[in-house]
């Protein structure tokens, strides 16, 4: 069976960093391009990063110069590193494996996500 877990988040004030990691099986996990999603309450489900099968990297404006997406082909892992978080950033956050690149639609396989709030 295909799964994709994430794990990381959690609630940390705002400034501070967590570090989100999505682990895959059932998957050739180097087939796929990797994102991260993250839907607030009451808000649609938005882009945070995505990279593709040769490290090509994309990220939300919103986000640019605080988060970092990588992959681990090796560990069949993906990871979200965030930084100088803000209270804008609470969500679930999600990740997502897809073939295709197309970062604008919702579709791909999907984990059951992982709580992200940043509060005092």
């Known amino acids: 069976q295909v799964q994709l877990v994430e794990s990381g988040g959690g609630l940390v004030q705002p400034g501070g960093s967590l570090r989100l990691s999505c682990t895959t099986s059932g998957v050739i996990f180097d087939a796929y391009a990797m994102a991260w999603y993250r839907q607030a309450p009451g808000q649609q489900r938005e882009l945070v990063a995505g990279?593709?099968?040769?490290?090509?990297?994309t990220l939300a404006d919103s986000v640019k110069g605080r988060f970092t997406i990588s992959r681990d082909n090796a560990k069949n892992t993906a990871t979200l590193q965030m930084d100088s978080l803000k209270p804008e950033d609470t969500a679930v956050y999600y990740c997502?494996?897809?073939?295709?690149?197309?970062?604008?639609?919702?579709?791909?396989?999907w984990g059951p996500g992982t709580q992200v709030t940043v509060s005092s």
């Open positions: 990279i593709s099968y040769n490290g090509v990297t």
């Open positions: 997502n494996a897809r073939f295709v690149t197309d970062w604008d639609k919702i579709n791909g396989l």
